[in-house]
Nanobody
Framework: QVRLVESGGGLVQAGESLRLSCAAS????????MGWFRQVPGKEREFVAV????????AYTDSVKGRFTISRDNAKNTVYLQMNSLKPEDTAVYYC?????????????????WGQGTQVTVSS
C-alpha cells in the first residue's frame, strides 16, 4: 500500500512562492507517473501538474504554466511542486497522486493513490 504525505502548504501573499513536497512510503513510485491536483470547496478535484516516471516529461494546466514546476527525486521517493508568482485563485487544498501509468497523464481516474492534502492559501 502506497502512502503519500504532502507538506509545504501555508498562507502567503500574492506574488510569493511555496514549494510542496510529496513523500511516498510503503512502495516505490519510481515506475509511476506522479501528479498534483487541487480542490476548492464545492468543486471537483482538478489537474495541476504531472511528471512521468523518469522525470523527462511534464504537463501543466494552462493557468499555472510558466509559474509552477513539477519535479521528482526517485532516489528519495519524493515529488515536488514549486509554485511561484502565486495568485489568490491558486488557493486550494493540493493533493499528490500516484498514477498506475508510467507516462504522464492528466486524467484523474488514472491516479489510484492519494495523499491527505495540504492547504495553500494566497491572500491578495
Amino acid at each position: 500500500q502506497v502512502r503519500l504525505v504532502e507538506s509545504g502548504g501555508g498562507l502567503v501573499q500574492a506574488g510569493e512562492s511555496l514549494r510542496l513536497s510529496c513523500a511516498a512510503s510503503g512502495y516505490t513510485v519510481r515506475t509511476s507517473a506522479m501528479g498534483w491536483f487541487r480542490q476548492v470547496p464545492g468543486k471537483e478535484r482538478e489537474f495541476v501538474a504531472v511528471v512521468s516516471w523518469s522525470g523527462d516529461n511534464t504537463a501543466y494546466t494552462d493557468s499555472v504554466k510558466g509559474r509552477f514546476t513539477i519535479s521528482r527525486d526517485n532516489a528519495k521517493n519524493t515529488v515536488y511542486l514549486q509554485m511561484n508568482s502565486l495568485k489568490p485563485e491558486d488557493t486550494a487544498v493540493y493533493y499528490c497522486g500516484r498514477s498506475y501509468r508510467a507516462v504522464a497523464t492528466t486524467k484523474r481516474y488514472e491516479f489510484d493513490n492519494w495523499g491527505q492534502g495540504t492547504q495553500v492559501t494566497v491572500s491578495s
